[in-house]
T-cell receptor, first 110, second 111 residues
């Protein structure tokens, strides 16, 4: 079955420290990969997608096909980065085939 | 700015009731989605619609149905509400097949 794993339920770092939110997906073809974020009391929103190779709010995510990973990274965490982060591969095929991970709650302490 | 509006932020209903959750988007998007969000389980797709009157089941469609009579409106229906349907429900719309714009969510409690 197609799966996505975010091994950390909670990740706590200090302001200014590097942060890496892990995401591993099960291999089945070449999924398109996404990260979503939900800040406290705000709507869930799309953060970035791997095909865009973009950096949003200082975050980047590199697709590693060998390790089937799509970790989200930021070199210097800020308090406003505290949020719930979801990794979501889209395995294509039928429409609406995006699978969300269970999420990692990032807490950035001052 | 795209707006996805869910009719209620909080809703309390009783077991066995028929419950309607409404969602409206203002960007003429073809695709609309209903998810439920539960702690420790992430988001799970209930139903997806790719056009008016067109729908596809998601991962957990049991106990739910949907209606899309107009492009901008996508309704989720709990045919006979049960306590295990207490959850946060999120509506989303998108140009593509991945949800792009989400509503604020409806926190539904079934007593």
């Amino acid at each position: 079955a197609q799966r996505v794993t975010q091994p950390e339920k909670l990740l706590s770092v200090f302001k200014g420290a590097p942060v890496e939110l892990k995401c591993n997906y099960s291999y089945s073809g070449s999924p398109e990969l996404f990260w979503y974020v939900q800040y406290s009391r705000q709507r869930l929103q799309l953060l970035l997608r791997h095909i865009s190779r973009e950096s949003i709010k200082g975050f980047t995510a590199d697709l590693n096909k060998g390790e089937t990973s799509f970790h989200l990274k930021k070199p210097f965490a800020q308090e406003e980065d505290s949020a719930m982060y979801y990794c979501a591969p889209d395995y294509g095929g039928s429409q609406g085939n995006l699978i969300f991970g269970k999420g990692t709650k990032l807490s950035v302490k001052p | 700015d795209v707006k996805v509006t869910q009719s209620s932020r909080y809703l309390v209903k009783r077991t066995g009731e028929k419950v309607f959750l409404e969602c409206v988007q203002d960007m003429d998007h073809e695709n609309m989605f209903w998810y439920r969000q539960d702690p420790g389980l992430g988001l799970r797709l209930i139903y997806f619609s790719y056009d008016v009157k067109m729908k596809e089941k998601g991962d957990i469609p049991e106990g739910y149905s949907v209606s899309r009579e107009k492009k901008e409106r996508f309704s989720l229906i709990l045919e006979s509400a049960s306590t295990n349907q207490t959850s946060m429900y999120l509506c989303a719309s998108s140009v593509g097949y991945q949800p792009q714009h989400f509503g604020d969510g409806t926190r539904l409690s079934i007593l």
